[in-house]
């Protein structure tokens, strides 16, 4: 079990590095979106819809898909403004984060009807896709470094958590974390943080504006560095919460020895959104 698990996430992640750094936008693009539809095709699995709405929500699913990759494409797609719609979904994602999934957890609310949950997928995984294209978009290294924040929380949490863990941090729906393991995953991303910073600034993107800009935020991007630790731990919990509700261990099976790609994603799903909306507004300051 465990060599299977290394050799898909090894191999996992050389096809996202390929993707990431040799891919035209286009193929960008059609890379992400295959992510996208495999995770909405699995959280469907959390909704229990009726036969037909399962089809209705699933084609639903590619039209909202389809406006988005040809206004990312092409710039607009039926009048609507990629930079509009990625605002959009950033910001309603940030409202989710924030407030609605931490309330969500902290109340123990049951998932909801089908139509809530669906609802909730496509506010969960979209904005993750945006980000995806938007801080691509930017560089490569912004979204890699970005999405290492979660990869080094998630390493340390784990780590600490089995080495020094005692006490639950929400035995209620994830069983396996610990209070040590999330404060592990903190002190990781804040050696994180400063690694990042000197291993940057010695690099070859030392020069390009978005390092410059970035690096020029000091303790807001510690901030945002250790806002988006936390906010790594809800997301994980936010879908385990899900599956635990409609009573499933993994949300599918299609990545041997590590569950589906929401199971890869989901820390992802609440970070990502997240940083997008924090370049985006950066961004617009800096032009203004």
């Known amino acids: 079990m465990l060599k299977t698990r290394i ?24 890379f992400t979106l295959i992510i996208v539809l495999a995770a909405c095709w699995e959280w469907r699995r959390f909704c229990a819809l009726s036969a037909p709405w399962n089809s209705i929500y699933l084609l639903l699913t590619l039209v909202l898909s389809a406006i988005i990759l040809f206004s990312y494409l092409q710039g ?5 403004e990629f930079g509009l719609l990625k605002l959009a979904g950033f910001a309603l994602a940030a409202f989710f984060w924030l407030l609605l999934a931490p309330l969500w957890l902290a109340r123990s609310w049951r998932p909801g009807s089908s139509a809530l949950r669906a609802a909730a997928g496509w506010l969960v995984i ?10 691509r978009e930017v ?3 912004l979204l890699l470094s970005f999405a290492a924040i979660v990869w080094v929380a998630d390493i340390a949490a784990y780590f600490v958590g089995r080495r020094f863990g005692r006490h639950k941090l929400a035995p209620a729906i994830s069983p396996g974390k610990t209070l040590e393991g999330a404060a592990g995953a903190l002190v990781g991303v804040m050696l994180f943080f400063f690694a990042w910073q000197y291993l940057i600034a010695h ?3 030392r020069s390009q ?3 410059r800009e970035l690096q020029s935020h000091g303790w807001i991007l510690f901030a945002l560095f250790m806002l988006l630790a936390v906010m790594a731990v809800v997301g994980d919990l936010f879908e385990s919460w899900m599956k635990r509700g409609a009573g499933m261990k993994d949300s599918s099976n299609l990545l041997p020895g590590h569950g589906g790609i929401l199971d890869r994603i989901d820390a992802l799903t ?3 959104p997240l940083a997008g909306l924090y370049v985006t507004l950066m961004a617009r300051t800096h032009a203004g």
Do not use: E
């Open 203 to 205: 690099s070859a993107v």
């Open 209 to 211: 504006d978005w390092v």
């Open 76 to 80: 607009s797609s039926v009048g609507v």
């Open 139 to 141: 560089s490569p290294w």
């Open 126 to 135: 979209f904005p993750t896709w945006f980000a995806f294209l938007s801080l």
């Open 270 to 272: 609440a970070t990502l």
């Open 7 to 30: 050799i898909t996430a090894l191999v996992s992640l050389l096809i996202v590095l390929i993707a990431l750094f040799a891919f035209p936008d286009w193929g960008w693009g059609l």
